[in-house]
């Protein structure tokens, strides 16, 4: 049977009506709710991709960085009654972590915090190392992280524990070759760099050719490190092997490596393991000797551990990124880095400008 032409008239201008609608309207989810709104209300600008509002997105951002995405799921729904998926948290936090190195690539001042000197003199410390995550496509994968600090951020608390009040922090999942260009970016117009590594020559070969005129400092802990597995292997006595350990590395720490070199040498070794270690040792204090002039440094008033590099890597990286179970994928492992850096630089603003931008 045929319809009457004023029911296919009524019929034609419904569907008319529901396609006009939707191409005005919009369904948005909020930190309040979902709604459908207009595409010109100021709630859905920017939710092409996502049909998230701008504040939503930044607190999936701010959740994403800090606990597993389920659980920012669970905090978002228990806090502010907001329904949406730890998948979602995960593209959104993906998405905009993502826009963070072509935009430090591009030299966009607005995304690239700086660390504060209080005048030329003031030391800038620079700290990089690796740590291992692990990712679906290639299993174990070193992540570079750098730390940059003035000086005068570090604070005493006790005399034998001090604080850094403010750091920037860059992070590169890949090549020193891309890691060093976007850790320079943080490090432009700044005075006096000092850099402090341990013996991996990647970190030295870049001072060396990019900051020859910077102070370049061997981790006093890792040069004590090698007298130690020396001794491990060739004294039993733990009592010997301690009186040893601790008067050569005040010979270190008073620049008497000449010293400790020429009674290293003169030391007959017991064993095969001893030999080798002696070996290691020696070739190790010969090759970074100019950077271990602990008692100089001291005297300058200069750091000489990587401490804060290696507390970093727990509480920038590791915290929120080597939870049991966790698998990356590259392109997702870069992002979250990203995020933790910003939040951790205190630059958490630089990352909604993004969102606000994008």
């Not at 995550?133 to 992540?143: A, N, Q, S, V, Y």
């Not at 007298?227 to 009186?243: G, S």
Request: proline content about 3%; some cysteine.
């Amino acid at each position: 049977m045929s319809c009457p032409a004023s029911l296919r008239l009524n019929l034609f201008t419904m569907v008319r009506h529901q396609r006009r609608k939707a191409a005005i309207q919009k369904k948005v989810l909020t930190s309040l709710g979902r709604f459908e709104l207009s595409k010109k209300h100021t709630l859905a600008q920017g939710t092409e991709k996502f049909a998230v509002s701008e504040k939503l997105r930044k607190l999936c951002c701010l959740t994403g960085q800090a606990t597993v995405y389920s659980q920012a799921s669970e905090l978002l729904d228990k806090v502010g009654g907001i329904e949406i998926s730890g998948m979602q948290i995960k593209r959104i936090c993906t998405h905009y972590g993502s826009l963070i190195d072509p935009l430090v690539k591009a030299d966009c001042g607005q995304v690239i915090p700086k660390p504060v000197q209080k005048d030329k003199q003031d030391p800038l410390y620079v700290m990089v190392d690796g740590a291992m995550i692990f990712t679906r496509e290639d299993k174990w994968r070193e992540l570079k992280l750098g730390r940059v600090f003035a000086g005068s951020q570090v604070v005493s608390l006790t005399d034998s524990r001090r604080e850094t009040r403010q750091s920037v922090y860059v992070s590169h999942l890949g090549s020193v070759n891309d890691f060093f260009p976007k850790l320079e970016r943080h490090l432009v117009g700044s005075h006096r760099k000092v850099i402090i590594g341990d013996g991996a020559k990647w970190i030295w070969n870049w001072a060396e050719d990019n900051y020859p005129a910077a102070q370049q400092i061997l981790d006093f802990y890792h040069a004590k490190e090698k007298l130690v597995l020396f001794a491990r292997h060739q004294w039993k006595c733990e009592q010997q092997r301690r009186e040893w350990i601790e008067e050569h590395s005040d010979q270190l720490l008073n620049n008497e490596l000449e010293n400790v070199l020429s009674d290293i040498k003169s030391i007959r070794t017991t064993n095969p393991e001893a030999k080798l270690a002696k070996q290691k040792l020696l070739a190790y204090y010969l090759e970074h000797d100019d950077r271990m002039q602990y008692k100089t440094y001291r005297e300058q008033g200069l750091m000489i551990g990587s401490g804060p590099i290696e507390a970093a890597h727990r509480s920038v990286i590791q915290q929120r990124m080597k939870l049991s179970g966790q698998k990356w994928s590259l392109v997702g492992a870069q992002a979250m880095a990203n995020l933790r850096c910003y939040k951790c630089s205190g630059a958490w603003g630089m990352v909604e400008k993004i969102v606000e931008a994008a």
